[in-house]
């Protein structure tokens, strides 16, 4: 028997003028013969502020037979990927004896570490290793980059954020090693160049002039791609198509972002050079240069901080022009929180937009989608009272085929968070003895 199938290396690129495109993961890459690959596994983390009006959040039924509760309606698609988690605390959150007050950056600092953070506003900060870049570390050594680490708000301030806490604490949520804080990107423009490279500067005469000269990054690779796509399947044309269909489209809303940016304005309130003009804009955007990044296995672990904790952020898209932190101390005025209710639906909006995205992909035997895990939620639960137990918490995905969704789990009151984290490092091959205040693993998500 003579076997004729073409086997392309895992990590091909498309090459021209400079450039170089990795392809996405195609049946061509798999040899003839060959076992059925292990799942490709992936990690998100994704963290919004300020809380969360929780009636509206925490179904009423447990297990299987539960209803979506009105915040969380938009994830109907994705049922059944979905565990709802309650009961989890974040006590390394809580203020210390004579700390005072504080917790919204404690909230965020401790989200991934575990580890209450030292009270500075000087360069002396100090946390804890975070549950990413622990996944990054072991992931990461089959991809380009070990991990990404993106936001939305500006991510330049400096100073104090709260209460005698260094912004360090509030502009990220990986930590590389007790006291490096990791930074993270807000501009798409600088996340595309990081995944697939460009020459250029990145001052604004230099945006202009690419937009002016209508460039893509893909106009010196069209010969290439016309001359593999010749040799492979159907499925993996389509695939390429796809491909690069995604790539042209994020670079247009990009050079799109950048003509809308004609003059600097208040980080806070609109971000500064090519920033979409709204939040939905913005964040659609920043998942979907995730969602190529995890196409072409740039890397297999992002953190995305949809927002600052403290943030003043007002969505007056969706009809909403209070402060979002303001909004969260609501002292239950029925009407503020009906707006942060409103927020916390919007939030969920944009995660939908993600996963449907994600769904959508081919990868291995099944797609994107299947093969993550995401974790999304807050270090606070009702920001009114400042509480950092019953914290809202989301896991979605299939965890490569190791996890069923479908549920609320409710787990035992103040189970710490960082015991689902292991929990789900477990899922990701990534087994560690203790993160934080760990007291365990979570052993309901081990078991689904």
């Known amino acids: 028997m003579i076997v004729t199938k073409l086997c392309l290396p895992r990590r091909t690129f498309l090459r021209g003028m400079g450039a170089a495109v990795a392809l996405p993961f195609l ?46 309606q938009p994830l109907a698609p994705f049922r059944d990927r979905l565990l709802v988690v309650t009961g989890l605390a974040n006590q390394p959150a809580v203020p210390v004896p004579g700390e005072g007050t504080g917790d919204h950056v404690r909230a965020a600092a401790t989200f991934l570490t575990g580890v209450h953070p030292k009270k500075t506003e000087g360069p002396d900060i100090r946390a804890g290793i975070s ?14 980059l070990s991990s990404l680490e993106l936001c939305l708000d500006s991510n330049e301030l400096i100073g104090a954020c709260e209460a005698g806490y260094s912004c360090a604490y509030a502009n990220t949520l990986s930590w590389r090693n007790e006291t490096t804080p990791l930074p993270m990107e807000n501009q798409p423009r600088a996340v595309f160049e990081r995944l697939f490279g460009d020459s250029d500067n990145t001052t604004r005469a230099a945006r202009l002039g690419r937009i002016q000269s209508d460039r893509s990054l893909l106009d010196s690779l069209v010969q290439e791609v016309a001359r593999l796509q010749r040799r492979l399947e159907p499925g993996d044309r389509a695939k390429v198509t796809q491909y690069l269909e995604a790539i042209r489209d994020i670079e247009r809303r990009i050079q799109r972002a950048e003509e809308q940016s004609e003059i600097e304005l208040p980080a806070m309130e609109r971000p500064s050079g090519g920033i979409p003009d709204t939040f939905a804009e913005h964040a659609r955007l920043m998942f979907d240069l995730q969602v190529l990044a995890y196409q072409c296995d ?14 003043p952020r007002t969505y007056t898209e969706i009809g909403i022009p209070d402060p979002h932190h303001g909004l969260s101390h609501h002292q239950n005025n029925p009407v503020a929180m009906e707006k942060l209710a409103k927020i916390n639906t919007y939030h969920i909006q944009q995660l939908a937009y993600f996963l449907g995205k994600l769904q959508a992909i081919p990868d291995g035997a099944g797609t994107l989608l299947d093969q993550l895990t995401l974790l ?16 809202p918490i989301l896991v979605i995905g299939g965890a490569g085929g190791s996890m069923n969704g479908g549920r609320h789990l409710r787990v035992a009151k103040d189970t710490p968070l960082t015991n689902l984290q292991l929990a789900l490092l477990d899922k990701l091959g990534v087994p560690l003895d203790a993160l934080g205040d760990s007291t365990g693993r979570l052993e309901l998500v081990r078991g689904v």
């Open 376 to 391: 999304y939620g807050c270090g606070i639960s009702d920001s009114n009272r400042h509480a950092h137990d019953n914290l």
């Open 131 to 144: 549950m990413d870049q622990i996944a990054a570390r072991e992931l990461g050594r089959a991809t380009q």
């Open 298 to 311: 740039m890397t297999r672990v992002t953190t995305f901080l949809l927002s600052r904790e403290v943030s």
């Open 27 to 72: 049946d061509s890459m798999v040899p003839a013969f060959a076992a059925t690959p292990q799942p490709v596994r992936r990690l998100t983390v994704a963290y919004v502020p300020n809380g969360i009006q929780m009636e509206q959040w925490i179904p009423s039924a447990d297990g299987t037979a539960f209803e979506l509760t009105p915040i969380l």
